[in-house]
């Protein structure tokens, strides 16, 4: 029932900068932390940033600096802030939500989005 939406993505040149939203539906009853990891074909997902329902946040150390993700728990949205983007930016970016599903669930469950393509490339 939980779904994540990703939007955002597209083709830049080196130094410019996109931004990515997370959009949640469906029916739950909080949202803990949220994250932003990417993947490229053949390789392991990684963790860009993390951000507490508290709105405390972490960067992977490639992006720190960069990168700056945010929330808005009313709008049940995430966003990503890319600045400077550079050609090792190029993956699939994934939006990711730890949450509460009912008032009773003590145990949070992670769901994934489908993700959205950034490409930096001349």
């Known amino acids: 029932q939980v779904q994540l939406v990703e939007s955002g993505g597209g083709l830049v040149q080196p130094g410019e900068s996109l931004r990515l939203s997370c959009a949640v539906s469906?029916?739950?009853?909080?949202?803990?932390?949220m994250g932003w990891y990417r993947q490229t074909p053949g390789k392991q997902r990684e963790l860009v940033a993390t951000?507490?329902?508290?709105?405390?946040?972490n960067y992977a150390d490639s992006v720190k600096g960069r990168f700056t993700i945010s929330r808005d728990n009313a709008k049940r949205m995430a966003y990503l802030q890319m600045n400077s983007l550079k050609p090792e930016d190029t993956a699939v970016y994934y939006c990711n939500a730890d949450i509460r599903v009912t008032w009773s669930s003590r145990i949070s469950d992670n769901y994934w989005g489908r993700g959205t393509q950034v490409t930096v490339s001349s």
């Open positions: 469906g029916r739950f009853f909080s949202i803990n932390t």
């Open positions: 951000i507490t329902s508290d709105g405390n946040m």
